[in-house]
């Protein structure tokens, strides 16, 4: 007998500027574990990168690549969790090409004013990480 394959949860959040600061994604990695998804979580690849006190390290990371192996997880998922303190580039642009590939987007953010391709692009917005299970229990 086959077993049925886990559903995948891909963790998009901001790194420039917040790179000591990705707690987030254990906190969110503990909810989808919770509920049976794998996790794809590239922080845990691409942290490396990031190991470095230099200013402007962003821009010494072979660009294609680090972009590449994101869309790669992004095709991978059944749902991404958008992780929105404040706007971030990459997490927008995984969060348009996820929805676009048919993916379930779940944004999770306090921001009182998200713009409208943010909230197009979403099929649930909550405030904090203690509606996250509920709204992934929605999206099953």
Request: with cysteine.
């Amino acid at each position: 007998m086959r077993t049925a394959m886990k559903k995948k949860a891909f963790i998009s959040g901001p790194i420039l500027g917040m790179e000591n600061n990705q707690g987030y994604r254990d906190l969110i990695t503990e909810i989808c574990v919770s509920l049976g998804f794998e996790v794809i979580d590239p922080w845990r690849r691409e942290k490396i990168l990031c190991e470095t006190d230099e200013l402007c390290w962003w821009t010494k990371v072979p660009a294609n690549g680090f972009v590449q192996r994101d869309l790669d997880d992004a095709e991978r998922c059944d749902v991404m969790i958008v992780y929105l303190p404040k706007l971030s580039a990459g997490a927008c642009m995984e969060l348009f090409y996820a929805k676009r590939k048919g993916k379930k987007i779940i944004v999770v953010s306090e921001m009182e004013c998200l713009s409208p391709w943010i909230r197009v692009h979403s099929d649930a917005i909550v405030k904090g990480f203690e509606e996250l299970e509920d709204a992934l229990k929605s999206l099953l």
